[in-house]
Structures are given as structure tokens and as C-alpha cells.
């Protein structure tokens, strides 16, 4: 038990959630220069704080896809506020927030045996990848900014890909002014997508959805054209020809994470998912 009663949980506020962003940075995870808006955007009652005296000591996000799917992440306490048991004060209303829905989360290693305990199972590990890329040549000609007519077609593209709709948060996560977002286009269908976005350091392509590796391969080298800095990449460790694409760009793997499950795991086409959308929100 934490020892403070006043010790208090409740949704975060705006500036509450870019705190838990900070801390998110301070971790090392990375996280995207706009990603607040976006995250909030997904369910905006999906953050909780946890609070000693008014100040904020925990973070965790619990967002829910409508009824089908729940993703749980930003698990945070600060470092001089851990073993008192605020973290597990916090995960304990995370996991009442989300009630029965179907939850992911990408546990780090140290949290995993802690999360096996609440009942979450291992689907598979995800690796970062992270370097300089390198593009030559020109763009594919299929590939195609994600605007008009083309966003529904690749939010239908996206949910083959992903355990629920997610209207709220695409539309703003393909917001061309935050992010770049293209999709390749043949014969008139949607055959893969991707975005990348500029975080503390470098950018990071996610998601990265394709049907094949060669079509994974035109994005990936069109996104990472678009700017300079390293950039990394989130492939779910099962696709090898998504591990092969990050290495033939001379990436190398930087850490990885568990994704886990509570409740019925999702049945996903995990060789189509060459780079997933975020560690945060799946």
C-alpha cells in the first residue's frame, strides 16, 4: 500500500498527460513531438495520474477502443516515488478502468514477470530498431500522400491490421501536418501504409502495414526520405522479412518489449505488420 493517504488517481489533464510524456522521455522511450494530442485524441479519458499533495508521482494509460480492445501503457512512477506502492495502486485502477475488455500492453523486460501476474500471457517479443538510413533512388510511383478519398480506404487498410476501429485516433495521427502519412496504391487498392513522425530524437515509422515485403520496403525508404536524423522502427520479432528490412538499412536493435495479453488474444497477420503504430496505444 502506498504510504500516504493522500495519495490521490484520477484522469489526467492536458498538461498532465505532457508531464507523462517528459518521464516517458527520461525512460528513454523515445516518444513523438506531437504525441500528446494525438493519444488523447484516442480516448481522452483513457490517462490516469496519480497524485501525492497535488503533485503528480504516477502515470498510466488505459485506452479503450470502444468495447472490443484495451491498451494499457505510459506505466510510469517516478524514480524517487518507486516501492511505495503508488505504481500498483495506479495499475489497479487501470485494470478496473478497462473492466473485461481484451487489453495489450508491450511490457518492458523488468515489468513482465509483474504483468504475468495480473493474468497478461506472451504473444511475442517487439524490437527497436534505430539508425541512419541510408535512401538511393527515386519513390516508388504507387505510393501516394494519404489525403481526400484516400484516408477511408486506408482506415479500412488499417483495421486488418489492428484488433479494433480506430477512427478517433487516425484521424488525428494522419493529420499531414504533424506527420508524414503515405500509402502505396496498386490497381486501385490500398496495399500497404505507413507514417513516421519526429520525436525527441530522430523519427519513427509506425505503423508500417504492408502486404508484401517489397511494398513495405518502397515505404519504409519514401518515409525515411523525407527528413534527416536516425530513425527507428518497432517490428513485431515473429516477421523476419520486417527484422531483414531494418537490417539491410544497417539498423541495429536497441531494446524490446513483451507484447502481452489479457483476455483472448487478437488474431493479427503479424508478417503484414512490418512496424507497429506505438509502444503507448498498440
Do not use: K, N, Q, V
Given at each position: 500500500m502506498a504510504d500516504d493517504d493522500s495519495y490521490e488517481i484520477r484522469h489526467m489533464t492536458a498538461q498532465e498527460l505532457e508531464t507523462a510524456i517528459e518521464w516517458a522521455a527520461r525512460e528513454g522511450w523515445n516518444p513523438g513531438l506531437a504525441d500528446a494530442r494525438s493519444f488523447q485524441a484516442a480516448d481522452r479519458n483513457g490517462f490516469l495520474v496519480g497524485l501525492l499533495g497535488g503533485e503528480p508521482v504516477a502515470s498510466i494509460s488505459a485506452v479503450s477502443y470502444g468495447t472490443e480492445f484495451a491498451f494499457i501503457g505510459m506505466y510510469i512512477v517516478r524514480p524517487e516515488m518507486r516501492g511505495r506502492g503508488y505504481g500498483w495502486r495506479i495499475w489497479q485502477a487501470a485494470m478496473s478502468q478497462v473492466g473485461g475488455i481484451p487489453t495489450g500492453l508491450d511490457g518492458v523486460v523488468a515489468q513482465q514477470d509483474n504483468y504475468r501476474k495480473s493474468g497478461f500471457v506472451?504473444?511475442?517479443r517487439n524490437l527497436r530498431y534505430g539508425g541512419e538510413v541510408a535512401v538511393v533512388g527515386a519513390p516508388d510511383p504507387n505510393i501516394q500522400p494519404v489525403s481526400g478519398r484516400l484516408r477511408a480506404a486506408v482506415e479500412r487498410y488499417d483495421r486488418a491490421h489492428f484488433p479494433a476501429a480506430r477512427h478517433a485516433f487516425?484521424?488525428?495521427?494522419?493529420?499531414?501536418?504533424?506527420?508524414q502519412c503515405l500509402a502505396y496504391v496498386e490497381q486501385g487498392a490500398v496495399k500497404g501504409y505507413g507514417v513516421i513522425r519526429p520525436c525527441r530524437e530522430g523519427r519513427k515509422v509506425g505503423p508500417l502495414?504492408?502486404?508484401?515485403?517489397?511494398?513495405?520496403?518502397a515505404l519504409f525508404q519514401a518515409l525515411s526520405a523525407s527528413g534527416e536524423g536516425p530513425v527507428f522502427l518497432d517490428p513485431p520479432e515473429p516477421n523476419a522479412e520486417a527484422r531483414a528490412l531494418a537490417e539491410r538499412h544497417g539498423m541495429t536493435p536497441m531494446f524490446?518489449?513483451?507484447?502481452?495479453?489479457?483476455?483472448?488474444?487478437p488474431e493479427l497477420p503479424l508478417q503484414r505488420i512490418?512496424?507497429?503504430?506505438?509502444?503507448?496505444?498498440?
Open positions: 506472451l504473444a511475442h487516425l484521424d488525428s495521427w494522419l493529420d499531414p501536418t504533424l506527420r502495414f504492408a502486404d508484401r515485403a517489397d511494398i513495405a520496403e524490446e518489449t513483451a507484447r502481452m495479453y489479457h483476455g483472448p488474444a512490418f512496424g507497429i503504430t506505438t509502444f503507448e496505444l498498440g
